[in-house]
């Protein structure tokens, strides 16, 4: 934590060894507030950079808003099919070049795992970061989830992590908290002290021990070529997300490589949590399933 504190990020956002990286966002019945969404991650600090919104066959007027308000026109595209997803119907760029950055695929409906694998078959940046649309992610978090990635030559940082906060009844404005507030509904403020709890306990002690299990879905970065050669998300998963770090893993234990998967403690992604006990109650049983399913 000490070593996090005083560190000069400004000096990463201009320099040519930055390493490039793809951020990954899968968006589905999303038209409500996709264009804020956007807008939030193309304003990110960082230098070398693209945005891939991955539309999965959403029944609303989702990619319909995207294609007017960002300017976007079909293209051909060279994508390497490493991974298998359901079929791509088309990929776009802007016409405008204020947002160069942004790239959008279009695919038929196969949930979360199968876009991000179809992200990750368009990118051929070194690291990709996953996250959730609707998150919010502080400025410079690309820039302190990216360090450790650079600090070590004796092992290989093959993910990280960091905190993730909740977003409930906090202030956001053009796509950045404004204002942190505690949530006004009683399940939500239960969860401020589970998350804080898991996020700056558990997960900070495991880091340390080189035993983390899971990066949240809500938004971590990976290594592209280690999560190629571990076979990519898993769609038959409910716990995708710690799956395929499970997996990870084990691709670097059996071919005898040094390896870390680094949790950064500092509150770097907001999102929205439920609100009534029926959601919350399927959260909380996706997640359950998810692990039952990745270690037995």
């Known amino acids: 934590m000490r070593k996090n504190s005083f560190v000069d990020y400004s000096v990463i956002i201009p320099s040519p060894y930055s390493p490039s990286i793809t951020i ?20 990110i600090h960082y230098s070398d950079f693209e945005v891939v919104i991955i539309n999965d066959g959403s029944k609303d007027d989702s990619l319909e808003k995207i294609i007017k308000h960002y300017q976007l026109e079909k293209v051909d595209f060279m994508v390497n099919y490493v991974i298998p997803t359901k079929p791509v119907r088309g ?8 947002y ?7 695919k038929e409906n196969g949930g979360k795992a199968d876009s991000l694998n179809a992200g ?3 990118s051929n940046k070194k690291y990709f970061a996953a996250i959730d649309v ?11 989830m990216i360090k ?7 092992y290989r940082v093959i993910a990280t992590g960091g905190v993730v906060r909740v977003a409930n009844s906090c202030q956001v404005r053009d796509g950045k908290i404004v204002k942190v507030n505690l949530p006004t509904n009683i399940i939500a403020r239960f969860q401020v002290l589970e998350y804080t709890r898991a996020f700056l306990m558990g997960r900070m002690a495991w880091s ?3 035993g983390l299990l899971i990066i949240s879905g ?15 998300y898993d769609p038959k998963t409910v716990g995708e997300d710690m799956e395929l770090i499970v997996r990870m893993r084990r691709y670097m234990i059996e071919n005898e490589l040094k390896y870390r998967i680094v949790y950064i403690p500092d509150p770097l992604c907001w999102t929205e949590v439920p609100q009534k006990i029926s959601v919350l109650g399927r959260q909380r049983n996706r997640w359950m399933r998810g692990t039952m399913e990745t270690l037995f």
């Open 120 to 122: 990750i078959n368009l």
């Open 218 to 232: 809500a938004f971590g970065i990976f290594d592209r070529e280690i999560v190629v050669k571990s076979g990519g």
């Open 148 to 154: 450790p990635f650079l600090e070590n030559s004796t």
């Open 208 to 210: 340390r021990l080189n």
């Open 100 to 106: 160069k950055k942004l790239i959008v695929i279009d």
């Open 91 to 98: 990929i776009y760029k802007s016409t405008n070049k204020a």
């Open 24 to 43: 990954l966002a899968p968006a589905y019945n999303e038209g409500n507030t996709i264009i804020e969404n956007i807008r939030s991650l193309l304003s």
């Open 134 to 144: 609707d998150c919010i992610l502080k400025e410079d978090s690309i820039l302190k």
